[in-house]
């Protein structure tokens, strides 16, 4: 009998990948559908008060009809959605194909514009699914986002505009704080060993990566680097490609303390030596801890480090009301900080200009 494993292997992934195609036609074809109906509804509706004060009625109208005439699909409440999604993505050229319209029924929640093109951009760019999305808009990914490039124009403003002009170029613009860890399923940190929680961040590296952002690739756990004398292990370490850089992780199930952040920045500092390519930018570290005393990192080599950077972990995701209190908090922090350095900006100054 012939051995006809590799054949039927390629068939399969001729199958799977027209059948793929075919879905993402259907779910095109899909969503220009829905938008056009969006479009006549609202256009009825504009065409004179008459119309437009049908509202609810209108809908209950249509919706009995087409459902007579095409089945499922087409309740009030799905002809509601449609034409929220029209008056929402006014501009037909720029819907996303690649996304489903459970995608976009899923945006239409996210209420600022900027927010929401941003999510629709990232879903189609690396191809989330819709629970990717879901959980992406649940943990305020795009206000987290910001905040962490907020962080970088406190000391750094020219930084600030390269990041607004390509989020590629800072590392900072890529560190999350707090960082969602919710998809472990840990309870909490109080018995958890730092062992354990390297063992369920690789048992869920896809949601681990999809948390990190664009870009990151895994490399290695517990990579062992080599003085003369002496072998030390690193907990994780991925690359960048976008930042052309490797990116090391360091477990903490405590509070951050001064002796993590020296551990830490060795690592990098070996690693930049012993590891680093000649294409390669240098090598960043992040610290991550259960919570962080800011006067530890004010007063350590944390302090406007483009390498070193601690960040705070969540394993029980907060409600959203939660989450953006403590975004808050942190955005007047940053302003505090820009103020402080504001004026000692200005008290320099008045003293340059005394002395001359």
Request: hydrophobic letters at 35%; a negative charge.
């Amino acid at each position: 009998m012939l051995a006809i494993n590799p054949l039927i292997t390629q068939l399969k992934d001729i199958i799977q990948q027209a059948r793929n195609k075919a879905y993402r036609a259907v779910d095109a074809i899909q969503v220009q559908t829905y938008w056009q109906i969006g479009q006549h509804i609202v256009e009825f509706e504009q065409q004179g008060e008459n119309r437009a004060q049908y509202g609810s009625k209108l809908l209950a109208q249509l919706s009995e009809q087409l459902t007579a005439e095409f089945g499922k699909g087409f309740d009030a409440s799905n002809l509601r959605k449609m034409r929220l999604f029209y008056q929402t993505f006014s501009i037909r050229d720029a819907l996303r194909p690649e996304l489903s319209w459970t995608h976009y029924r899923r945006l239409l929640r996210v209420e600022d514009d900027s927010a929401r093109q941003w999510y629709m951009n990232e879903a189609a760019e690396q191809n989330w699914s819709t629970r990717a999305l879901d959980r992406q808009i649940g943990t305020l990914y795009y206000e987290r986002l910001l905040v962490s490039q907020n962080k970088q124009a406190v000391t750094d403003e020219a930084k600030q505009q390269l990041i607004e002009q390509n989020t590629q170029l800072a590392p900072k613009g890529f560190v999350r704080d707090p960082m969602m860890l919710e998809f472990l399923g840990i309870g909490g940190v109080e018995k958890l060993l730092e062992a354990d929680l390297e063992q369920a961040l690789m048992d869920k590296l896809q949601d681990f990566l999809l948390e990190l952002g664009k870009g990151f690739a895994f490399v290695a756990r517990q990579q062992r680097v080599s003085t003369d004398s002496k072998d030390f292990y690193i907990d994780l370490v991925f690359y960048n490609y976008l930042l052309k850089c490797f990116v090391l992780f360091e477990l903490k199930t405590g509070e951050l303390n001064h002796q993590d952040i020296g551990q830490m920045d060795m690592y990098v500092r070996m690693y930049d030596d012993l590891k680093r390519g000649q294409d390669d930018n240098p090598t960043v570290g992040i610290i991550l801890c259960t919570n962080k005393d800011e006067s530890i990192v004010r007063y350590s080599v944390l302090k406007d480090s483009e390498q070193l950077f601690a960040s705070r972990y969540r394993l029980i995701l907060p409600s959203e009301e939660e989450l953006r209190q403590e975004l808050e908090r942190e955005k007047e922090q940053i302003a505090q900080l820009k103020h402080e350095q504001l004026n000692v900006e200005q008290l320099e100054n008045n003293l340059s200009k005394d002395e001359k």
